[in-house]
Each structure stands twice: as structure tokens, then as C-alpha cells.
């Protein structure tokens, strides 16, 4: 559906790839003129920050010189704020990520991240801006592409158009979570409208939330901007079903452009 989806797919693979059977190991960049020795542990640096690598043979994977450790972590994250992304000596701002959007965090020594984008690019990123979604079921709502996702971890589970809140009413943005008023068979009840839904989940009180819209005969694409909703994520009827059984109190919806 989306290109940037599938570069997620292709960066977790690469991710898993590199850092798969690494326990303990220290990410730096690769340098074919400067290759650091230390404890029985070669780490290969590269030029490109777009091409980091982890190619580390070890007996104890314990570095010297107080070089940090980074372990695996592998997860999905929401950044906190907007947030600079580093080179891999922490010297060099890459480019600055906005608030809320998606990352996967491949592996972090517990001060910073290193991480994908979803455009593919690699660098590190201050653990304390990430807000993790470790072995968890969650919602990602893309107002500018129109989509919703859903992952159990880092499996993407579902894929599906939406229509978000018009310009005059746009759908907010943030890391919310599904409320106790989640419910089905019910009527949504505003000043110029009273609409009847098989699923609700509110994720602001019980004034903005995921519902199905059986009004609607397309999703996705430009028309939100002068026909969306109120503010709430319409849904398609089986992609609501499906978020609704899977779904309980507590499950986060990350919203961002």
C-alpha cells in the first residue's frame, strides 16, 4: 500500500540481519583505513551513514577504552518530541525527526538509539525521546497518507485506508490509548449529526475515537481535507471489526502526519 511500509519491512529484515545473533555489541561506523582492535573484538566502520554495520566477532563482547555497550532491542517507538538524529560518534545532527513519528529502534546502550526511520535512513537517537512499543498490540493512524496500521510487535497485522478530520476539524495528534467507552452498537451524537456505529474506540474521552462508517464509500486519498470527519479515524467495517477484537483499554493509537 504504502512505499514507506514496505521500506520498514525491508529495514527490519536488514536489522534483523545484522544484529540477530548479537547479544552484546558496540555499533560504530566503518572506516577501511581505521579498524579498531580490542579484547579479540574487530568492529569495521563505514563512511556512509546510511550504511552502518554491525560485524563484530567476539569472545566476550566486553569493548575497551569504555566504549559504550549496545544491546539488541529491536521495537518499534514513538518519538516524544522532535528529536535530532546523530552520526554515529554523536558529533553530527544527520536531520530532525517530528514528535510522534514512527521509528524502529535497533539496538541502544541505554543513553542513545540507533535506529531506522521509516525513509530508511539509519542513525542514533536519545533513548529518553523514545516512548517503546515492546511485544505489544498498537494502532498507527498516518494522517497525511490516510492509513492506519496495526502491529503485534513489529509484525504489521493490518493495513487499511481511512478518513480523518477535515481541515476544519482535524483528527489530533498524539500517543493516546483506547478508553474504558469502548463499545459496539452504538450512536454517535453530535450538533448536525447522530450516526450509528458497530464499533467505537474513543482515544480522548468519549469525543474522539476509531469507528466504522458505513456512510462512506471510499477511504484514504485528498477528500478528507474539505469532506473528512469530525475529527474522529473512519474506518472501513472490517478493518474496525478487526482493531476492535484485537484491541482492549489501554492499547496505544499513535497519530501523526
Not at 9 to 32: H, P, Q
Not at 95 to 119: K, P
Not at 218 to 229: A, K, L, P, Q, W
Request: aromatic share 14%; proline share 3%; with cysteine.
Amino acid at each position: 500500500m504504502k512505499n514507506k511500509k514496505l521500506l520498514r519491512i525491508v529495514s527490519f529484515a536488514y536489522a534483523l540481519l545484522i544484529t540477530g545473533s548479537i547479544y552484546a555489541s558496540t555499533l560504530t561506523k566503518k572506516n577501511e583505513t581505521n579498524t579498531k582492535e580490542s579484547n579479540n573484538t574487530t568492529i569495521s566502520m563505514v563512511e556512509n551513514t546510511n550504511d552502518y554495520e554491525a560485524q563484530v566477532t567476539t569472545e566476550n563482547n566486553i569493548p575497551s577504552n569504555n566504549e559504550p555497550i549496545f544491546y539488541n532491542t529491536n521495537y518499534y517507538a514513538s518519538l516524544l518530541s522532535d528529536s535530532n538524529v546523530y552520526s554515529y560518534d554523536y558529533s553530527t545532527v544527520l536531520r530532525t525527526l517530528g514528535e510522534n513519528e514512527l521509528v524502529l529502534s535497533i539496538s541502544s546502550d541505554g543513553n542513545y538509539d540507533y535506529i531506522v526511520d521509516e525513509n530508511g535512513n539509519y542513525g542514533y537517537i536519545k533513548s529518553d525521546l523514545l516512548h517503546p512499543f515492546i511485544d505489544e498490540y498498537f494502532v498507527e493512524v498516518d494522517l497525511g497518507d490516510q492509513t492506519v496500521d496495526c502491529y503485534n510487535g513489529t509484525e504489521n497485522v493490518l493495513s487499511s485506508y481511512v478518513t480523518t478530520g477535515k481541515d476544519s476539524s482535524p483528527t489530533p495528534e498524539g500517543l493516546y490509548s483506547i478508553n474504558s467507552n469502548k463499545t459496539e452498537d452504538t450512536y454517535l451524537i453530535g450538533k448536525d449529526y447522530k450516526s450509528y456505529v458497530d464499533y467505537w474506540m474513543p482515544f480522548i474521552n468519549n469525543s474522539y475515537g476509531l469507528h466504522d462508517a458505513s456512510w462512506r464509500s471510499e477511504f484514504g486519498g485528498s477528500f478528507y481535507h474539505n469532506s473528512g470527519s469530525h475529527g474522529c479515524v473512519n474506518l472501513p467495517f472490517d478493518t474496525a471489526k478487526s482493531i476492535y477484537e484485537n484491541s482492549s483499554v489501554g492499547t496505544p493509537v499513535l497519530i501523526h502526519k
